[in-house]
């Protein structure tokens, strides 16, 4: 462990475990770490955040030099991408999230997960652009996959993942399956 990543390190530790049921039958409950810097914390220390701002930034500028701009997903990635554009100066893309399509979009796609599902909206992707996306948390890669394709029928090239966390080894399988590298600051 890293001198800059003790903080990082202590809240996924410290991360509440919580039971996420898909729909109200209440079948198929998936547990679910409630990590400060994901799509579901709430509170987060503002030392946590330089860490993990200046650790992702850190690691773009070190393996990521040739894109266009950053996409981050809603819900937990876009907070991370936002800052880390910041502090690298890049352009930033926010992939939108919706449980239902509104009229002004200009693509859109269902994303579903082991506890939820809704619409990733993909607008200002031009053909040729060249795109690194920024998550929060890679867990089976679902949501990572849907980007991707969605990106390639778009003719949006996808240089790589950055993500702050990653579960397992699925990861491995996205960086084979889209051959691209995908980033991390911690593993569980």
């Given at each position: 462990?890293?001198?800059?990543?003790?903080?990082?390190?202590?809240?996924?530790?410290?991360?509440?475990?919580?039971?996420?049921?898909?729909?109200?039958?209440?079948?198929?409950?998936?547990?679910?770490?409630?990590?400060?810097?994901?799509?579901?914390?709430?509170?987060?220390?503002?030392?946590?955040?330089?860490?993990?701002?200046?650790?992702?930034?850190?690691?773009?500028?070190?393996?990521?030099?040739?894109?266009?701009?950053?996409?981050?997903?809603?819900?937990?990635?876009?907070?991370?991408?936002?800052?880390?554009?910041?502090?690298?100066?890049?352009?930033?893309?926010i992939l939108?999230?919706?449980?239902?399509?509104y009229d002004?979009?200009?693509?859109?796609?269902?994303?579903?997960?082991?506890?939820?599902?809704?619409?990733?909206?993909?607008?200002?992707?031009?053909?040729?652009?060249?795109?690194?996306?920024?998550?929060?948390?890679?867990?089976?890669?679902?949501?990572?996959?849907?980007?991707?394709?969605?990106?390639?029928?778009?003719?949006?090239?996808?240089?790589?993942?950055?993500?702050?966390?990653?579960?397992?080894?699925?990861?491995?399988?996205?960086?084979?399956?889209?051959?691209?590298?995908?980033?991390?600051?911690?593993?569980?």
């Amino acid at each position: 462990m890293s001198a800059s990543s003790v903080r990082l390190y202590e809240s996924i530790s410290k991360a509440k475990n919580v039971r996420i049921c898909k729909d109200k039958t209440k079948e198929k409950p998936y547990d679910f770490k409630l990590y400060p810097f994901g799509e579901r914390g709430t509170f987060i220390d503002p030392e946590l955040i330089r860490e993990i701002t200046d650790s992702l930034a850190a690691s773009i500028a070190a393996q990521f030099s040739d894109y266009d701009y950053i996409a981050s997903p809603e819900p937990g990635g876009h907070t991370w991408g936002m800052l880390t554009a910041y502090k690298l100066m890049k352009p930033l893309n926010i992939l939108r999230l919706s449980t239902e399509l509104y009229d002004n979009y200009e693509v859109s796609i269902k994303r579903e997960t082991a506890y939820n599902e809704n619409y990733i909206y993909f607008d200002g992707f031009k053909p040729g652009d060249r795109v690194l996306l920024v998550d929060d948390v890679i867990s089976s890669g679902a949501t990572i996959r849907c980007i991707a394709d969605q990106m390639e029928r778009m003719g949006v090239q996808l240089v790589g993942v950055q993500a702050i966390l990653v579960k397992g080894d699925y990861y491995q399988a996205l960086e084979r399956d889209y051959t691209v590298p995908v980033r991390f600051l911690s593993k569980v």
